[in-house]
T-cell receptor, first 113, second 115 residues
């Protein structure tokens, strides 16, 4: 099925470093979402973006909705060990037929203390 | 306030069998969506139920069917199981207005292994 192109697939960084990951699509989405998934759990919403060009922060996390509506990025500043997990981007088209989410393949983040 | 709950947590079946997975939405939510997450991949949308009807469907065969009950809980049924159906099945609930700011909250999932 269709998935968004998410990169990098994995990252291994030192505690305190900044992290950047992005997501691209061949088609337009009206909403971009970033989720984090820990082992044995479902995805948890981190940031939601509703407007092209929008830049939104949630603590040390910052995400942007691309102007073309075909991409988004997520930055994590000053990483800590609990940031470890898999980060997923998701797009949504917001039509009357339903609000299905289309997910990227995920970025696995590992943080070395 | 209980979040989204799913049962069972784990399940082992053999090829050709049928399976039923269950989901109770977060309090106040009336819409349930189901996703399949294969190992190492992102979730893929199966279908969404609202007002006890299937409102939207992803690219999954008819072997995958569902139901929503009057109390908004939902079941996912998979018939004639294949090895490739082995995955984590996630349920997400939301409010059914379908507005642009609708948020889907995910349950912990049911891990299905088909042997």
């Amino acid at each position: 099925g269709q998935q968004l192109n998410q990169s990098p697939q994995s990252m291994f960084i030192q505690e305190g470093e900044d992290v950047s990951m992005n997501c691209t699509s061949s088609s337009i989405f009206n909403t971009w979402l970033w989720y984090k998934q820990d082992p044995g759990e479902g995805p948890v919403l981190l940031i939601a973006l509703y407007k092209a060009g929008e830049l939104t922060s949630n603590g040390r996390l910052t995400a942007q909705f691309g102007i073309t509506r075909k991409d988004s990025f997520l930055n994590i500043s000053a990483s800590i060990p609990s940031d470890v997990g898999i980060y997923f981007c998701a797009g949504r088209r917001n039509n009357n037929a339903g609000n299905m989410l289309t997910f990227g393949g995920g970025t696995r983040l590992m943080v070395k203390p | 306030d209980a979040g989204v709950t799913q049962s069972p947590t784990h399940l082992i079946k053999t090829r050709g069998q049928q399976v039923t997975l269950r989901c109770s939405p977060k309090s106040g939510h009336d819409t349930v969506s189901w996703y399949q997450q294969a190992l190492g991949q992102g979730p893929q949308f199966i279908f969404q139920y609202y007002e006890e009807e299937e409102r939207q469907r992803g690219n999954f065969p008819d072997r995958f069917s569902g139901h929503q009950f009057p109390n908004y809980s939902s079941e996912l049924n998979v018939n004639a199981l294949l090895l490739g159906d082995s995955a984590l099945y996630l349920c997400a609930s939301s409010t059914g207005g379908g507005g642009a700011r609708e948020t889907q909250y995910f349950g912990p999932g049911t891990r299905l292994l088909v042997l």
